[in-house]
């Protein structure tokens, strides 16, 4: 994968509201003092009076996004996962999810791959949060090309949208020329037979490399790229795991209420099907260069082909 | 403020005062206290003030409101009815299953432009409001209420510097100060005390008032200032228009009984026909 670009799914959000920031003349972005590392510094430098600066309060920044979006702007509302979805999380819920108005939380440095860092700022729970508010639409995108689909997704659907964006480069795997984002629907990224494997944000282009390696091993793994956690793709999950009879979730998150969970509130009422999930493991994270770490919480598509063969 | 025209505000503030009492009586539960403290304002604001009505409820243009202290719903739903949003009928079903009025301020009832209820977030939502309209170039002003035990939470303040900082003066925040919350004395549970000067020195325009005097109300509300947001800090009275109520705490969250609602019904319909006679 060396000659494979890598770029940021952060620097996708930054890049892609600059880039629709013409197109969509009610789009605003706010920050919370984290515009440079949020990478929302791209929209401000080409649309400084469209953007506004909160300062280190989220909590007032998602209140004033749900006032803007109740006189007909949508906002952007950015900010570390872990202050998103941790500290705003009641307001959230209550002024945006609850008159479910038209916000959109661009939430970055999301998962275990925030690195040195460290725990207070690698949330691992923000997706579990974001889809237990009635409502909400949760995207994940995998790389570059998805990531910047999204946030136009996000800009034509009408309501509260969470979008979790990564710090760390991510290698681009899908096609900018043909990629076509469809909000809800998950992406069937190889055609298996033996086992499927459900993958995330980071995590499905180590999903796409396991299977490689499985195959080459005789194992025809099925991988399917869910991006919109909710609302989920049901159709996609359900099908591939009638096909092949074992599941295997892998995200960048906790393994309870993330991915995993929603995969297996699919099966458990549709088909029950063995599920493993791949994830953190109810732990906190820690310091360290972001690669280590996700190889150490077996996060990699190393961890992937060993746990598949154990199913 | 010409005598009939305060005449006519202080008659529909004592039908608000009504709808209160009706509504809390008949839901059994609710928030009379600081509803009949905000009646006067509210009437104030929606029958005189704002820029609103219900032939035009989707106008861009209009004046919006938060109610801040969004418990204090009962004093928003009667305000609401008198204007015409709905029938003073729906007050005799607040908070039952399936009524339109809910427990706290929800967007999706005609005439409430947002949800509220968790205390400190609607400044907040206010802020955005002011902040939509002047980068819209729109010329509507945004009122808030908030309690005066509320402001203990943080997230006014991170507003409060919000406000100032982007020189909202399209936003008028009215801190109803009638000194009591859910534990007692605001004093006593959790001193929010000085108000103006906390807000003073966030670098807001500070008008303090008489939350029961329409020409208090009426200079107040005139008093802004170009460049800065705007707080009055209102002196109101917990309770106020029913006797038993009026500056005690026990009725900040309690519905009246069968004889209390007919005591309280008998005072406000008294008052109602002096200023009718």
Same mark, same amino acid.
């Given at each position: 994968m060396a000659d494979v670009k890598k770029i940021a799914t952060r620097e996708s959000y930054g890049n892609a509201l600059a880039e629709l920031g013409d197109k969509y003349k009610d789009l605003v972005v706010l920050d919370a003092d984290l515009a440079a590392a949020t990478k929302t510094g791209i929209f401000k430098k080409k649309f400084p009076e469209r953007f506004f600066d909160c300062g280190i309060a989220e909590a007032n920044m998602m209140g004033v996004a749900a006032g803007l979006a109740a006189c007909g702007k949508i906002p952007f509302a950015s900010t570390f996962a872990m202050f998103a979805a941790g500290r705003a999380f009641e307001i959230v819920r209550n002024s945006i999810g609850y008159p479910h108005l038209n916000v959109k939380i661009g939430a970055?440095?999301?998962? &275990?791959?925030?690195?040195?860092?460290?725990?207070?700022?690698?949330?691992?729970?923000d997706i579990a949060l974001m889809r237990t508010i009635p409502g909400m639409t949760v995207i994940n995108p995998s790389d570059d090309t998805e990531a910047r689909a999204a946030v136009e997704a996000a800009i034509l659907y009408k309501g509260p949208v969470y979008m979790r964006f990564g710090r760390l480069a991510a290698p681009v795997i899908n096609d900018p020329a043909t990629y076509k984002f469809e909000l809800g629907k998950g992406v069937k990224l190889r055609d298996g037979k033996d086992i499927t494997i459900i993958a995330s944000g980071l995590m499905v282009a180590e999903a796409v490399a396991a299977a490689e390696t499985l195959a080459a091993e005789g194992i025809d793994a099925e991988v399917i790229n869910i991006?919109?956690?909710?609302? &989920?793709d049901k159709e996609i999950i359900a099908a591939s795991a009638q096909k092949t009879g074992k599941v295997l979730t892998v995200e960048e998150?906790?393994?309870?209420?993330g991915l995993g969970s929603a995969v297996c509130d699919v099966l458990c009422e549709c088909c029950p099907t063995k599920v493993v999930k791949i994830g953190v493991n109810d732990t906190f994270g820690h310091s360290g260069p972001a690669v280590e770490l996700l190889k150490q919480f077996g996060l990699s598509a190393e961890n992937i082909v060993k746990t598949a063969k154990a199913m | 403020m010409d005598a009939a025209k305060k005449k006519a505000l202080e008659i529909t503030a004592c039908k608000v005062r009504l709808g209160i009492i009706e509504g809390v009586f008949n839901a059994? @539960?609710?928030?009379?206290g600081g509803s009949l403290s905000i009646a006067d304002t509210l009437t104030y604001l929606y029958?005189?003030?704002?820029?609103?009505s219900p032939e035009k409820a989707?106008?861009?243009d209009r004046d919006r409101f938060v109610? @801040?202290?969004?418990?204090?719903?009962p004093a928003l739903y009667s305000t609401l009815a008198q204007k015409g949003?709905? @029938?003073?009928?729906?007050l005799k079903s607040l908070?039952?299953?399936?009524? $339109? $009025?809910?427990g706290h301020p929800c967007?999706?009832?005609?005439?409430?432009?947002m949800s509220s209820g968790?205390?400190?977030?609607g400044i907040s939502a206010a802020c955005g409001m002011a902040l939509a309209g002047k980068t819209s170039g729109k010329a509507y002003k945004v009122y808030t209420v908030l309690g005066d035990g509320e402001i203990e939470e943080g997230q006014v303040w991170e507003a409060a510097m919000f406000a100032a900082h982007y020189k909202l003066d399209n936003l008028v925040a009215v801190v109803d100060?009638?000194?009591?919350q859910i534990d007692g004395r605001i004093s006593d549970v959790m001193s929010p005390y000085p108000i103006t000067d906390k807000f003073a020195a966030f670098g807001w325009n500070v008008v303090e008032a008489d939350a029961h005097d329409f020409d208090s109300l009426e200079k107040a509300f005139a008093s802004t200032v170009e460049g800065k947001p705007t707080v009055i800090v209102q002196k109101s009275t917990k309770g106020k228009g029913v006797s038993y109520m009026?500056?005690?705490?026990?009725?900040?969250?309690a519905a009246p009984n069968a004889e209390q609602y007919e005591q309280a019904k008998s005072e406000l319909e008294a008052a109602l026909a002096a200023l009718e006679a």
């Open positions: 970055t440095h999301a998962g &275990i791959s925030v690195g040195e860092d460290g725990a207070t700022h690698q949330c691992c729970e991006h919109t956690i909710k609302p &989920i998150h906790s393994v309870i209420g | 059994k @539960s609710g928030h009379p029958f005189d003030k704002m820029n609103v989707d106008d861009p109610l @801040s202290k969004g418990h204090t719903a949003y709905f @029938s003073t009928e729906e908070r039952h299953i399936g009524a $339109l $009025l809910q967007i999706t009832i005609p005439g409430v432009d968790s205390l400190g977030q100060n009638n000194g009591l009026e500056d005690n705490v026990s009725w900040h969250g």
